[in-house]
């Protein structure tokens, strides 16, 4: 048996480690708060958009009278050949099974489609290590981008991509983001939807999916493969895969977030309701430019906004996945030492009964 | 006829301005327009520029990129890219990206995206514009 003082040193370490991992929750907590506001932030002007674009879809003769067809390109649906898939991932572990899930639903995806060219753009440092051992084969112009780039977006020069490349493999890493998810700005949702719509409109790619993790709130959650392009209907996500919550994880992060103070609720809604009003008074507008022209220059942005949101809600997801591990690494940690302290109980009272008993006995043997 | 309008100005990122205004400019695609109360419903998209709105006798600026604007009689809503107060630019950064943009386009590189570049140099510009004017 272990002596007394080994485990009293065991249990000094899972004190520290307990330490650490509590510190964490409580940082993962208020950056989930942080991140949560921001999201929330963002509602307003996406719900206008999206509320401005629907009214324009009926004055502009968007979607052709007789056939019923779009006439935008980001509209229009077409033979899937080529398809992007962009992997939204954290750029830190220690998240429990966030970056796992991901990925594995990123997976499933591609199993889906096997037959297809499937481009992917991963964002965050996980998915790209994952997906990089996952398929070796790199085209040699991989567009990387790094925290330094992103200071100067405006002197970057777009990256010129010839059509004629060689495909790597039937599934390739075409672009990779790392370390942007910490200092997220709208102009990096931006630049990689113009860098999408730029490929699907010159035919490189037929259809862009987004794999990420849908945060509403810490209990509604959900992983989703999103369609991003072609466009289906404005305002509704087209949704293909969706994974919500299992009971048991769902209980956890209730748990983890009333401990640190984290709120649960769903976001308010009337502010969504005011942001909804937005382009669509009944009243006749004076259009500045033609309503077609202003469709087609905000398309692009309701592209940029979904991504924009989509990454916004997966580093909320992230701190509260963080958040919820660090909670169930506390307690463990807690349960640990119990037992711990029991064990080291029972080797000192052995110790002293073993003591006591060879004390006796060498009193009697006198 | 009510002497002022609700104006509200919304970025990706936030809810920059909530505010009251009795007249304002916004930079549209094809020229400035000026706004007053109980002007006729509009919508617009909204080029590089300042927006200016005076509220109790001050005169607010912002420096906006790309946008888009609803104008009501009683309420005018901007959606804007970016749209940044005059204490909120960070001078240095616009002067380092328009120095950038300026040898971008004096380079004669065939490779420069030329309006690429030319609307970083606006955008520099207007920033470098709107942050002289703080607190007038």
């Known amino acids: 048996m272990a002596n ?7 249990i000094r370490s899972v004190i520290n480690t307990r330490q650490i991992t509590k510190a964490m929750k409580m940082v993962s907590a208020a950056k989930l708060r942080r991140a949560q506001e921001r999201a929330l932030a963002a509602r307003p002007y996406a719900q206008m958009l999206t509320s401005v674009l629907k009214s324009l879809v009926s004055r502009a003769e968007i979607y052709d009278p007789q056939t019923g067809e779009p006439r935008h390109p980001l509209l229009a649906q077409r033979q899937e050949n080529n398809i992007l898939l962009i992997v939204v991932t954290g750029d830190k572990g220690l998240a429990g099974a966030f970056n796992t899930n991901i990925l594995k639903a990123g997976t499933r995806f591609l199993d889906s489609k096997t037959g297809k060219n499937v ?47 060689e495909r790597a493999g039937a599934v390739q890493i075409v672009g990779e983001h790392v370390g942007v998810l910490s200092k997220l700005e709208f102009s990096q949702a931006s630049d990689l939807a113009e860098s999408v719509i730029k490929r699907y409109s010159e035919g490189e790619i037929d259809s862009v999916y987004l794999v990420h993790n849908e945060f509403k709130s810490v209990i509604a959650q959900r992983l989703v493969v999103e369609q991003i392009l072609p466009i289906e209907q ?13 009971q048991k994880e769902r209980e956890q992060a209730i748990k983890a977030a009333q401990s640190a103070g984290v709120g649960m609720r769903r976001t ?33 942005k309701y592209v940029g906004i979904q991504i924009f949101h989509a990454l916004l809600e997966s580093v909320a997801a992230e701190h509260a996945a963080r958040m919820t591990a660090m909670e169930a690494a506390t307690n463990n940690a807690t349960d640990m030492i119990d037992s711990l302290t029991l064990a080291m109980n029972r080797v000192r009272q052995a110790k002293i009964t073993k003591e006591i008993i060879e004390i006796v006995s060498g009193a009697a043997a006198q | 006829m009510p002497d002022t309008f609700q104006l509200e100005i919304v970025t990706p990122e936030k809810l920059v301005v909530k505010d009251v205004a009795g007249e304002m400019q916004i930079p549209g695609k094809n020229g400035y327009l000026g706004i007053l109360p109980g002007h006729a419903p509009l919508i617009t998209e909204v080029a590089v520029g300042e927006i200016s709105y005076r509220n109790n006798g001050y005169t607010h600026h912002l420096a906006v990129a790309w946008g888009f604007a609803e104008v009501l009689p009683d309420n005018v809503t901007i959606l804007a890219e970016t749209a940044e107060r005059p204490e909120d630019i960070d001078v240095q950064r616009a002067e380092k990206a328009k120095e950038r943009a300026e040898q971008l386009l004096k380079s004669g590189n065939t490779e420069t995206d030329y309006a690429r570049a030319n609307s970083a140099l606006q955008r520099a510009q207007t920033r470098l514009q709107v942050a002289t004017e703080k607190g007038k």
């Not at chain 1, 996500?237 to 919550?245: F, N, S």
């Not at chain 1, 022209?293 to 692009?300: G, K, Q, R, S, V």
């Open chain 1, 119 to 165: 481009d992917i753009e991963a964002i965050g440092r996980k998915g790209r290590d994952f997906l990089r051992r996952r398929f070796p084969l790199v085209p040699k112009d991989v567009e990387q981008r790094t925290a330094e780039d992103l200071q100067h977006p405006e002197a970057a020069q777009p990256h010129e991509r010839s059509r004629s490349r």
């Open chain 1, 234 to 246: 404005i305002g509704a996500a087209a949704v293909r895969q969706a994974e919500e919550l299992s």
């Open chain 1, 4 to 10: 007394v003082l080994d485990i009293r040193r065991r």
């Open chain 1, 268 to 300: 308010d809604r009337s502010v969504d309701a005011e942001a909804a009003r937005f382009g669509s008074a009944p009243v006749d507008y004076i259009y500045e430019q033609p309503p077609s022209e202003l469709f087609n220059a905000l398309l692009p």
